[in-house]
């Protein structure tokens, strides 16, 4: 991600459908925003892309936090732009796993989800992450407490699933 993609991040950050599942739900103005990316942008423990479908266009984030270059444990996270074709979600999530393990080549990675976002919660348990944890009323959101299921994945487990989750992905595909 570079600064000249950072008013359409905001744009998907920003969308309901997006914001609802996050940790910060509040609607990010673009001052905050272009401060959280100065705060960012040189940090080595972070790397944030822009995630582009087969027709290269660009449709999501993907990120990685608490990276370090000996690899180790790993935390990611994405979202897809609103208008983001179906299906979208498996593609980034394949291809997050595939650079963290290939490029970052980290041992572990791992993801916190809101107990709300089932279907992510599912995504990710289809692509091989275990469930780890529950946060039990962790998060405020609105005026009530909501549990954050933690999840994980270790780089052999990937490998035993990775082609699973890609036959998944050019079978939806096909014609």
Wanted: glycine letters at 6%; hydrophobic letters at 35%.
């Amino acid at each position: 991600m570079i600064e000249d993609d950072l008013l359409k991040v905001l744009e998907w950050r920003n969308a309901p459908e997006v914001r609802r599942n996050m940790y910060s739900s509040h609607e990010i103005t673009e001052n905050e925003h272009f401060q959280w990316f100065k705060k960012i942008e040189n940090d080595k423990t972070t790397v944030w892309l822009i995630f582009s479908n087969e027709k290269d266009e660009e449709c999501g984030v993907v990120y990685f936090t608490n990276y370090s270059p000996d690899g180790g444990n790993v935390f990611w996270g994405f979202y897809a732009a609103p208008d983001a074709a179906r299906g979208v979600g498996t593609k980034m999530e394949y291809a997050a796993l595939e650079y963290a393990f290939s490029e970052l080549r980290v041992h572990k990675l791992n993801c916190e989800v809101l107990s709300s976002n089932s279907a992510v919660i599912n995504l990710h348990k289809k692509c091989g992450f275990e469930q780890e944890g529950c946060f039990r009323d962790f998060h405020l959101t609105g005026s009530s407490y909501e549990d954050v299921v933690r999840l994980g994945i270790l780089e052999n487990e990937w490998r035993d699933m990775s082609d699973t989750v890609l036959e998944r992905i050019t079978a939806r595909m096909s014609p």
